[in-house]
């Protein structure tokens, strides 16, 4: 009946495309991360109402990860991640990187301590064991 009821069209909001290619689950997630400058679409900051259209080159930042892609699909309805994968392309520069990051990430997860963080009950007796200890031979 109406073209507009159509899943598929030319142009789409940049808050439910990223939502329907299913880069946030939510597009409330997808507005505040437009509005806080973590989407561009062609190298500029961008709003939640900007069309994009196929072939726009986005990155986006999520956390640590950043990716850059280029719009191959549009559409508004959220499908299934098999689906979703079709509407872009990651760039080869951006995989290479994320997989750099991955692996820095992996080995300073083996370099550090594996006791980090907040003390065992244990450790605290050791500690305060430790500490009298100084201060016996002090005095």
């Known amino acids: 009946m109406h ?6 069209d030319d142009k789409v909001r940049l808050d439910k495309w990223l939502w329907a290619a299913r880069f946030f689950k939510t597009r409330s997630l997808a507005i505040e ?13 961008t709003k939640p109402a900007k069309e994009v259209h196929i072939g726009d080159e986005l990155r986006i930042q999520q956390g640590y990860a950043e990716r850059t ?18 509407l872009y392309e990651e760039t080869a520069d951006s995989l290479q990187k994320r997989q750099t990051m991955q692996e820095h990430h992996h080995l300073e997860l083996l370099t550090r301590p594996t006791r980090a963080g907040r003390p065992t009950k244990r450790d605290r007796r050791l500690i305060h064991h430790f500490t009298q200890d100084d201060d016996r031979k002090k005095t």
């Open 33 to 45: 991360a437009i509005n806080g400058g973590k989407v561009h679409i062609n190298q500029h900051r």
């Open 3 to 8: 073209d507009k009821d159509d899943e598929t």
């Open 69 to 86: 892609v280029i719009i191959k699909g549009l559409l508004k309805q959220r499908r299934p991640a098999s689906e979703a994968v079709l």
